[in-house]
């Protein structure tokens, strides 16, 4: 009786917890959204976002798919931001939608560090995805990024859960959002290759090697089907309008963003200015050629975009003051805080298992360094919510380090 009321109270608390937390994730980005209609202002647009609803409303005209690169890899979101707007009719309340669904994701937050640490690391995981102003700032946006983080988390949840015996369900569920997430944005593939990854080294070798021996012919069927489909689909022409567009894009990028030496999608002052060859000597391609020929100050621009990732605030932190000490020392605490908490959980051996956690942050750090970093940071939000997971933990640590310190120092 007495372990069914310890239980049942356990239960009861960790709801107020998860509750608080949802009221105050409304508060904080869907009481946003309402004050920013209510008060008149407005929601805010980009370009993207006019490209977003003018593909959507065609979709829902005429229903015309072609094979473009953001066609195709923005497939997913195209088509959900489709039948939204095809039930509510408007953009302010397809924005209220996701406003309410970023604010619902703190619960996979909490949920996530919970499985991964303790429960204290998700109260602290949770406050700090609350402290994440690109939470609520992207939220008020018709483009793909908040619907994108909360799907990444609830496919890291459904991973976290999957491994548990029996519940079928949640494996089709996981396998479903998974595949999802592969066309919802370019950052999705890789995010999903990593969840792949995670989930590879977490099985057993021995089972999995029954499992292909079993079905190694309709595995290899189905592979060989694959590869002949897409191998026709190429040679007729059917991906033409694919690989161009991709070529283009990659082009794009090499000649306006490398070659002019960009951290960002703009120029600013902190660019790393050199004289890039275009000379095309390395097996007739122009993409190869640009890399290899140019690789040292492409290196050098790596190096500054990885500063970059950090944030805008790292080009400008003159230390001339206790002042401008102290507000470096808040700026940098966030990856101090990661760090001591991937090194204790390395320690703990709790790595292991939340690998994927870092996995997808490596994954979008990679994709920034690579590509480039918007000056909006909207590249790095994706890494963001797994960030705070990471650095509640490193907090988490700290505390119950400093509480040990005392009850020491008490006892004496």
Known sequence: MYQQVLKYKEH?????????????????????????????????????????????????????????????????????????????????TVVLIQSIVASLAIILVYKIALLLFNRTTAIISGLFYLYIWDITLWSTYVLSDSFFVSLSLLCVYLLLRVTEPGKLWLKGAFAGFALYLCF?????????????FHLALQLDGSKV??????????????????????????????????VHSLQYNAKLVLYNVYAKGWIYDIPTAFDYFYRPDYTIDVA??????????????????????????????????????LNDVLYFAFKILPAGLFIWGTIVAGRTGKFRRGAIVWLIVLAVFAFCVLLFIDAMYR?????????????????????????????????R
């Not at 409304?26 to 202002?41: A, E, I, M, P, Q």
């Not at 944005?185 to 969840?195: C, D, F, K, Q, S």
């Open 284 to 321: 007739d391609s122009l993409i190869l050629s640009f890399l290899i020929n140019n690789r040292e100050p492409i290196l050098v621009l790596y190096v500054r975009r990885a500063i970059a990732f950090l944030g805008a605030w790292t080009w400008q932190v003159p230390i001339r003051n």
């Open 12 to 92: 009861i608390v960790e709801a107020a917890t998860i509750g608080v937390l949802v009221i105050l994730s409304l508060y904080r980005t869907t009481g946003h959204v309402l004050w920013l209609v209510l008060s008149g202002r407005g929601l805010p647009k980009s370009s993207d976002s006019y490209w977003y609803i003018s593909y959507a409303c065609g979709l829902l005209d005429h229903f015309s798919i072609g094979l473009n690169i953001d066609e195709i890899l923005y497939l997913g979101y195209n088509f959900l931001l489709a039948i939204l707007l095809g039930i509510f009719k408007t953009t302010v």
């Open 209 to 242: 090697r029954v499992a292909a021996g079993r079905y190694k012919w309709p595995i290899i069927g189905l592979a060989v089907g694959m590869v002949g489909v897409a191998g026709i689909l190429f040679f007729r022409g059917v991906l033409d309008p694919f």
């Open 379 to 411: 590249y790095r939000f994706p890494a963001m919510p797994f960030i705070a997971i990471v650095a509640a933990y490193g907090l988490e640590r700290m505390l119950d380090g400093g509480k040990l310190l005392v009850q020491k120092y008490r006892s």
């Open 184 to 196: 919802f944005r370019p950052t999705g593939i890789l995010i999903a290759a990593m969840i792949v």
